[in-house]
């Protein structure tokens, strides 16, 4: 599927809802909608251990370059801690949402230092209305361009030169994410932002970045510790951005006053990653991204099976199921972005060539 603007018509809006209605009985039969207790309270011990031991080598490794790879090794172990934290927002893993509210508060605030509910706000909004423009905070114009909807002057001079280029940078830029997501939750809970439970954030994360920066710097001189800091930080951002990227980057776009019914709009907007248990492990789960829009409050471990149930209904009812592999939707994200950046250099062109590029 191309990252094309949706603008066909939508079937009635009883048949819509009757066609939801019916896949979703189905699942409810399936069972599949159960949680998994032993299993994610098996993930948390596994991850809490995982921590402890990295930070017993860390003290006892000392003040040595080998502190890289310590860095390296929590990089990965926080991206799989906010996959936890993500199943638990979601209220996959516990039936009280008050229970799933502070898991997501411990794993997100105390375990990664990221405000959960600045998160949360934001993550919501992308579900709700996946891909549509003005609306997804996931597609919203910044440093990148996902579309050229709301570009108001071409981008010109350095700007425009990497704009141009935006898909070839767009894996250099995510070393950055890391650092952004730290920064976008720390202005939140302590700006005016959307918290439900600020002074708890507040100090949760005081606590976590107060003390892991005081360690870090206590243990490590200066330039080591900020090489420590900045391969961390740097490899978790690209570590999330290259899980959530593929999901939706390239898929169609939605516009602000297109109605489309829950079914399609979370279908059309999303890309599933095909591949084995290590993508499972890999991405947390989220590579099932259809299925997991679908569905959010299902236990990630399940979306597998679950997989193949909506990928029949879909066929049944003629709705496009798009998947790739992992490297396939990589190239799908650097197209669209290149194809993105090249037509925000020119309001005057060719709308069908813009169209052609964009289906490469």
Same mark, same amino acid.
């Given at each position: ?32 909608? *159960?949680?998994?207790?032993? !299993? ?50 979601? *209220? ?5 949402? *008050? ?159 297109? *109605? ?9 907007m999303s890309r599933n990653v095909r591949g084995g248990r290590f993508v499972d492990l890999f991405m947390g789960g989220l590579n099932h991204q259809i299925e997991h829009h679908l569905f959010p409050s299902m236990p990630s471990p399940n ?17 496009? !199921? ?15 972005l290149n194809a993105v950046g090249l037509a925000a250099r020119d309001p005057f062109q060719c709308p069908i060539t813009a169209e052609l590029r964009s289906a490469r």
């Amino acid at each position: 599927m191309t990252s094309t603007t949706v603008s066909d018509a939508v079937p009635a809006r009883e048949r819509q809802v009757s066609d939801f209605a019916a896949l979703s009985r189905t699942v409810q039969e399936s069972g599949l909608m *159960r949680r998994r207790h032993v !299993y994610y309270w098996t993930r948390f011990a596994v991850l809490t251990a995982l921590l402890g031991l990295t930070f017993t080598a860390f003290v006892l490794i000392g003040p040595s370059w080998w502190q890289l790879v310590t860095a390296a090794v929590v990089a990965v172990l926080l991206g799989q801690v906010m996959f936890l934290g993500h199943d638990a927002a979601h *209220r996959q893993i516990f039936e009280s949402g *008050r229970w799933n509210d502070w898991s997501s508060l411990v794993i997100a605030n105390l375990y990664a230092g990221m405000s959960y509910g600045w998160w949360q706000h934001k993550h919501s909004r992308h579900h709700a209305k996946p891909n549509q423009i003005g609306v997804d905070p996931d597609i919203a114009t910044g440093a990148l361009l996902f579309h050229t909807e709301d570009l108001t002057a071409p981008r010109t001079g350095l700007k425009g030169w990497l704009t141009q280029r935006q898909g070839w940078l767009f894996f250099p830029l995510l070393l950055l994410e890391g650092l952004n997501l730290h920064v976008s939750g720390v202005r939140t809970i302590f700006g005016r932002g959307p918290v439900k439970r600020r002074p708890v954030e507040i100090v949760f994360v005081t606590l976590r970045l107060g003390g892991y920066l005081a360690l870090v710097f206590w243990l490590l001189p200066v330039g080591m510790a900020f090489a420590f800091l900045g391969v961390q930080l740097g490899l978790f951002g690209l570590y999330m951005g290259a899980v959530f990227a593929p999901n939706h980057k390239g898929m169609p776009l939605v516009p602000p006053d297109l *109605r489309i019914d829950f079914l399609r709009r979370q279908v059309l907007m999303s890309r599933n990653v095909r591949g084995g248990r290590f993508v499972d492990l890999f991405m947390g789960g989220l590579n099932h991204q259809i299925e997991h829009h679908l569905f959010p409050s299902m236990p990630s471990p399940n979306l597998r099976r679950l997989r193949p149930i909506v990928r029949e209904f879909c066929a049944e009812h003629r709705i496009p !199921y798009a998947e790739a592999n992992l490297l396939e939707s990589y190239g799908i994200v650097v197209r669209h972005l290149n194809a993105v950046g090249l037509a925000a250099r020119d309001p005057f062109q060719c709308p069908i060539t813009a169209e052609l590029r964009s289906a490469r």
